[in-house]
Each structure stands twice: as structure tokens, then as C-alpha cells.
T-cell receptor, first 112, second 114 residues
Framework: DGGITQSPKYLFRKEGQNVTLSCEQN?????MYWYRQDPGQGLRLIYY???????QKGDIAEGYSVSREKKESFPLTVTSAQKNPTAFYLC???????????FGPGTRLTVT | KNQVEQSPQSLIILEGKNCTLQ??????????LRWYKQDTGRGPVSLTI?????NTKSNGRYTATLDADTKQSSLHITASQLSDSASYIC?????????????FGAGTRLAVHP
């Protein structure tokens, strides 16, 4: 898992509540990413940030928001607008050489 | 459309046996191809990375091959161990507008039984 931490490992929320997932890295990487993983599907990109104070939407950004106020931190907020929020969320950062993408341990979010 | 297809979806083998996982991709332009191992409930960990000019790369008991002409890759696991039980994900990197995007396969779930 490199130097990337995600917390909490498991998160339970009621429908209609916003929830924020934490991602911290001490690898001094500029680029950070949020992915969503669902059973039987490949990872899908939610948001990414290539530098502090800048971020871009990925393929499935609707219902999510992010901030990048510090190089080390890239929190993801799952809002009530996300239709199917229950999933495994993975944060990653990229740097190097070899310009590799390193993943955190993930947060499993369950919304009922 | 950029896609990465993996087969089989799942596989069960006995400890000590070999196995080969397949990855076909339709990604353009192609930058590199990676194989990741993902243990249940954990983040993926990189096993190998291959560029266009490389057709084989090994990492211990893992050997990846790449045929850029047919756009196929395989991951061969030799003398499997119980700890090899995991999902194996094929990932192809493409570049667009100076940004590298990763296209993920759905993975092959491997179970190694004693």
C-alpha cells in the first residue's frame, strides 16, 4: 500500500447523508486519484488532481466532490446525489520513477 | 472505445500448479500495460509493467507477456501458492492531451486450493 492511508476501512451511512472519505499520502507525489470498484467491473475514475488546488472530473464524477488544499491530502465527499454510493473506494497517488500509480488500502462504504 | 477484457473471470487451481491469465485490449494510443495483484479488501499492487517494445517480463513466479500486434497480454503464474489467491487486474495506459489515463480490466479472480 506504499505510503498511502485511507480511513476508515469500513463506513456505514444512512441514505441521504453526505460522507467524506479520507486519503493521505507521504510519498511527495503531485498526482492523486479516486476510483470506485464494483463487483465484476474494472476500477472507474471519479476525480483526479495533478497538483495542489487543482482537480478534474473523471468518468463518473456525478454525486461526488473533492478538494486538494494540501499536497498530502485528497478527501472525497460522497453526496446524497450519488444514486448508488455503496462500493469499494480506492485512492491512489502517482510519482516516481517509475511514474507508478500506488494505491491505498481502500474504504468500503455501505449506504442503507 | 478503449476497453480491456480479461479471461477467465474466475479460476480455481490446486497448489503447485501453473496457470495463465489472459488480457485483450482495444486501447489507443498505447503507452504501457501493467498487471496488478489485488488481495480481497485491499488496494492493487503492481506486479509488472511493459512498454510497447517489451514482450516479456518476470517478477519471481509471475511472468507477463505482451503481443502489441494482436493487443494481447498474458500473466503466467508458476508453482502456485495459497498466497497467490487474489484478483489479477490488467491495466492499459493511454495518453491524451498530455494526461495519462489508466483503463482497467475487470480482473480474474484466482483461488488456489491445497
Amino acid at each position: 500500500d506504499g505510503g498511502i492511508t485511507q480511513s476508515p476501512k469500513y463506513l456505514f451511512r444512512k441514505e441521504g447523508q453526505n460522507v467524506t472519505l479520507s486519503c493521505e499520502q507521504n510519498l511527495n507525489h503531485d498526482a492523486m486519484y479516486w476510483y470506485r470498484q464494483d463487483p465484476g467491473q474494472g476500477l472507474r475514475l471519479i476525480y483526479y488532481s495533478q497538483i495542489v488546488n487543482d482537480f478534474q472530473k473523471g468518468d463518473i464524477a456525478e454525486g461526488y466532490s473533492v478538494s486538494r488544499e494540501k499536497k498530502e491530502s485528497f478527501p472525497l465527499t460522497v453526496t446524497s446525489a450519488q444514486k448508488n454510493p455503496t462500493a469499494f473506494y480506492l485512492c491512489a497517488s502517482r510519482g516516481g520513477p517509475p511514474n507508478e500509480q500506488y494505491f491505498g488500502p481502500g474504504t468500503r462504504l455501505t449506504v442503507t | 472505445k478503449n476497453q480491456v477484457e480479461q479471461s477467465p473471470q474466475s479460476l480455481i487451481i490446486l497448489e503447485g500448479k501453473n496457470c495463465t491469465l489472459q488480457c485483450n485490449y482495444t486501447v489507443s494510443p498505447f503507452s504501457n500495460l501493467r498487471w496488478y495483484k489485488q488481495d480481497t479488501g485491499r488496494g492493487p499492487v503492481s506486479l509488472t509493467i511493459m512498454t510497447f517494445s517489451e514482450n516479456t517480463k518476470s517478477n519471481g513466479r509471475y511472468t507477463a507477456t505482451l503481443d502489441a500486434d494482436t493487443k494481447q497480454s498474458s500473466l503466467h503464474i508458476t508453482a502456485s501458492q495459497l498466497s497467490d489467491s487474489a484478483s489479477y487486474i490488467c491495466v492499459v495506459t493511454t495518453s491524451s492531451g498530455g494526461y495519462n489515463k489508466l483503463i482497467f480490466g475487470a480482473g480474474t479472480r484466482l483461488a488456489v486450493h491445497p
